[in-house]
């Protein structure tokens, strides 16, 4: 019971088109994107998205919160590593949120941080759906935020 | 509601009056038969007329499956939707409920149930009766600790505690084997090693009592006043495995961490018989910090293959 990833296009290679569907208060973890760009447009409802700064190297203590803003329907946010790191949520407790989101170049595997330690872990990230049939998910391992 | 709904629309199954300003639904939902999905989300509800008293003997309460009360003003959850027995799927999402009451063990087919953005305080061990809940959100409530009980979820799949005030888990929380997804992020949980947080020095009565009982010493009704008989009936065995110990009123709570795959520690809480009970993993070194990753191995190999996705974030 958490966010799903539906890939929608994969754009011959170069980029990566999902729709990502948010059950009341779901959010993601803190996380990169791997040296790509990520558009995101907000289809239904609203999320929060809090920008994070990079930890220092050895960093062993709180991250530091940059801003956050509510993003509502149709707005389009943008974000890359040299911007810095962000968490989504729907932090409605009522209402369901849809988001369309674009990576290019794509990719599958990012980073997650411990907001209060900046320690940070490699993740692959698992799609619930591509091009509207479910994906059955084989690994055991822990799943992705993102 | 109208008047005459169940007259117009005997054999209606789904309702959704979600956003239209209801301040109370009354008897014109006990008439409808075939009710099984009720929505009645972002409305004015709250107040004592908000659900029909007699929602219990009405063939709602075995036919009702989801119910979504979430954006309303309940200060406390109605005691006629407890009599809802059938109902599989609760939501009072963004309420302003202060508690839960412990006859939720009355919804005892309840699946889902989602009480994030509340003001609740404090979980009844009760809520651990609810033999079938997979799914139970807590999130964005001023919870400060959750009871062990808990752990009795056999069923539960999904945690979701982000955003309140634990400091803490009770280390029970291991034993929920189908426990797939965990939220923890937004709590000042701590982060390093605490030494014993409290510790009452045992009475004489309780040393007595932890001697009778760790060296079985043989006694009969008689030979003992009642109170004492009884008193030694309610001793707890020691956490500790490696421990053969017992107490009764005086235990030691120290906070352990827990690895899980090697990536998020957890704190957790022990309840120990005393200062100095601890697992033979624990040598004579005085550094807090490997006494506490020495003693949480054992648990952390067995918490990894348990728990797949630890969403601390």
């Known amino acids: 019971f958490r966010y799903t990833r539906n890939l929608v296009d994969n754009g011959n290679g170069k980029f990566n088109l999902m729709i990502l ?5 779901h959010g993601s973890s803190i996380h990169d994107h791997t040296d790509s760009h990520c558009f995101m447009k907000i289809l239904q409802g609203n999320l929060k998205e ?24 149709n707005q389009c946010a943008y974000i ?41 872990h490699k993740v692959t990230m698992t799609f619930y759906s591509q091009f509207g049939e479910r994906t059955v998910c084989v690994s055991t391992r822990r799943g992705a935020p993102r | 509601l109208p008047a005459g709904l169940s007259q117009w629309f005997p054999a209606l199954e789904v309702l959704d009056v979600s956003g239209t300003g209801l301040t109370e ?36 309460a075995r036919s009702l499956r989801v119910l979504n009360l979430s954006g309303n ?5 109605p005691p006629a939707l407890l009599q809802l027995r059938g109902l599989r799927s609760l939501s009072l999402g963004g309420n302003r409920l202060h508690g839960i009451p412990p006859d939720i063990q009355e919804l005892h087919s309840l699946e889902f149930l989602y009480l994030g953005g509340n003001f609740i305080t404090a979980i009844p061990p009760e809520l651990a009766k609810l033999p079938s809940l997979r799914y139970l959100v807590l999130c964005d409530n001023k919870i400060q600790s959750i009871p062990p009980q808990l752990a009795q979820l056999h069923s539960l799949r999904s945690l979701s505690l982000h955003n309140n005030l634990l400091t803490y888990l009770p280390r029970e929380i291991l034993n929920l084997v189908h426990l797939e997804e965990l939220s923890l992020r937004g709590n000042p949980l701590v982060v390093r090693f605490v030494r014993d947080l409290t510790y009452n020095p045992p009475s004489l009565q309780e040393l007595a009592g932890r001697t ?9 009704p008689s030979d003992l006043p009642e109170s004492l008989v009884r ?23 120290q906070i352990k961490f827990v690895d899980f795959c090697g990536k998020y520690r957890l704190p957790l809480m022990h309840y120990l018989c005393s200062p100095e009970c601890s697992s033979p993993y624990s ?24 728990m797949q996705k630890v969403l601390l974030g």
């Open chain 1, 80 to 120: 890359n590593d040299s911007i810095g790191l962000h968490r989504v949520e729907n932090i409605s407790h009522t209402e369901t949120a849809v988001s369309l989101h674009l990576y290019s170049p794509p990719f599958n595997t990012c980073n997650t941080f411990d907001q209060r330690t900046g320690h940070k």
């Open chain 2, 283 to 306: 040598s004579a070194s005085q550094s807090s910090t490997s006494q506490s990753e020495s003693d949480s191995e054992d648990e952390a190999s067995v918490a990894a293959h348990r």
């Open chain 2, 73 to 77: 003003r309940f200060s406390e959850v």
């Open chain 1, 50 to 73: 809090t920008l994070f700064e990079w930890p220092e190297k050895k960093g062993n203590g709180e991250m530091t919160r940059k801003s956050e803003r509510v993003l509502r329907e």
């Open chain 2, 231 to 253: 008193y030694l009936s309610l001793a707890s065995n020691c956490p500790n495995p490696k421990c053969g110990g017992v107490y009764f009123d005086s235990c030691v709570r």
């Open chain 2, 212 to 220: 009778v009982k760790t060296r079985n010493v043989p006694y009969t």
């Open chain 2, 25 to 60: 639904m009354g008897t014109e939902l006990l008439s409808l038969p075939c009710l099984h999905t009720l929505l009645a989300k972002n409305n004015r509800l709250g107040g004592p007329g908000s659900l029909p008293k007699e929602l219990g003997q009405a063939p709602l």
């Open chain 1, 21 to 25: 569907c948010w059950g009341e208060g």
